[in-house]
């Protein structure tokens, strides 16, 4: 018997029969009430094997390596240029994770290995911040990376942007978001941390609607306020002129992001765009933004702010952005503690990830580790 090396099994969780993320993220928290449990839902029960003299408190207090087999892959969850994301399950816990498979493909091959290693080291130095995605385990295989992180299984600001009508989000819903991500940031510039790459698609819904900012591949650490950087990079909606100009940057660069984030928010499209790159690096370096007549005066003026040509002209820190007008209705400790209440709380029944994503085989995901046999 191959598993007369244990002594017994350990339930450490429950889990739904029919694969439902948001329904097992929460099942995986033990103190979480029953409440909101449908009656009809039929649940399954996960055990961890315990070795002879092993408890599950022992098991957990060791420092013992994580690897590829120690996870169960489930579906994936998001593409990106050079990576994947995949839902998976912790065998010995049971806890659902979102893991980040980077191959080691020809553009691994040719990307500095200290961008891979840089953007490991600050999600740990943010791990346990308010609205900052956490970083649990790093390993590789000869064929993959792979970053272990918290799940967000409400999807991203993204997607639920695509599902509303242009400019339907409602202002105070707005503005809950813009709270927490104002927060982030500025939590993110306190550890001298330049994100860079602020944008709808990194900005994910956790389990009880407050967000979380993710991806940090282009992240710059140890940069005081005005440190620059050289790098050219980010979404080319979300470029500041600074950038386009071939002008080395600072951290303004944050500030010109949340202004094209608010806007596009607001309007429904960023505050410049354009058919083709030429003409939307023009506009975005000489052209003036256009508001729609509902906006409100705070609002505009805000926006005007942060995406100032000058970096020099924008905020300096985000206790300034607190400050404004905009935000004279929010009470910031009580978002900074999670007290606020989410304009919108991700159903535990539904799949909150686009099909494009979940109907990629898990497969995909990793690279054919077989080798043809020789010719003989």
């Not at 819904?205 to 967000?211: A, K, L, R």
Request: positive net charge.
């Amino acid at each position: 018997d191959r598993d007369n090396k244990y002594s017994k099994k350990l339930i450490v969780g429950l889990k739904s029969c029919e694969l439902l993320p948001a329904l097992d993220y929460y099942l995986t928290h033990l103190d979480n009430c029953l409440r909101p449990i449908r009656h009809s839902s039929v649940l399954a029960v996960h055990y961890s094997k315990l070795r002879d003299g092993e408890t599950y408190a022992s098991r957990r207090s060791q420092s013992c390596d994580v690897g590829k087999d120690d996870f169960q892959f489930l579906r994936v969850i998001g593409c990106g240029g050079y990576a994947n994301v995949v839902l998976a399950r912790k065998n010995d816990s049971g806890r659902l994770y979102a893991v980040k498979v980077i191959k080691k493909d020809s553009v691994f091959a040719s990307t500095p290995k200290s961008v891979y290693s840089t953007e490991a080291q600050i999600m740990r130095r943010l791990t346990g911040m308010p609205f900052i995605v956490g970083l649990n385990y790093t390993f590789q295989t000869d064929t993959e990376l792979y970053f272990v992180m918290q799940p967000c299984i409400g999807g991203t600001l993204f997607h639920m942007l695509t599902h509303l009508a242009r400019g339907d989000m409602g202002g105070e819903a707005i503005k809950f978001y813009m709270a927490e991500i104002v927060i982030a940031l500025e939590k993110i510039h306190s550890k001298n941390i330049m994100y860079r790459d602020l944008k709808p698609e990194n900005i994910l819904i956790d389990i009880d609607g407050h967000i979380k900012l993710s991806d940090f591949g282009l992240s710059k650490q140890n940069r005081r306020r005005d440190d620059l950087s050289s790098t050219f990079c980010g979404s080319p909606e979300y470029l500041p002129p600074e950038m386009l100009l071939g002008y080395d940057h600072s951290r303004a660069v944050d500030f010109y992001t949340l202004g094209c984030l608010l806007y596009e928010m607001i309007v429904g499209f960023p505050p410049f765009h354009a058919s083709t790159k030429k003409n939307l690096d023009k506009r975005i370096v000489g052209g003036v933004v256009r508001f729609p007549n509902d906006i409100s005066d705070d609002a505009r003026d805000l926006i005007e702010w942060l995406l100032s040509k000058n970096p020099a002209d924008r905020p300096e820190e985000f206790s300034d952005v607190k400050r404004h007008s905009y935000f004279k209705n929010v009470h910031w400790g009580r978002v900074a503690m999670k007290q606020a209440i989410p304009p919108w709380v991700p159903d535990l029944y539904k799949w909150h990830v686009p099909k494009k994503f979940s109907s990629v085989p898990v497969a995909q995901v990793f690279l054919d580790v077989k080798r043809p046999s020789k010719a003989k």
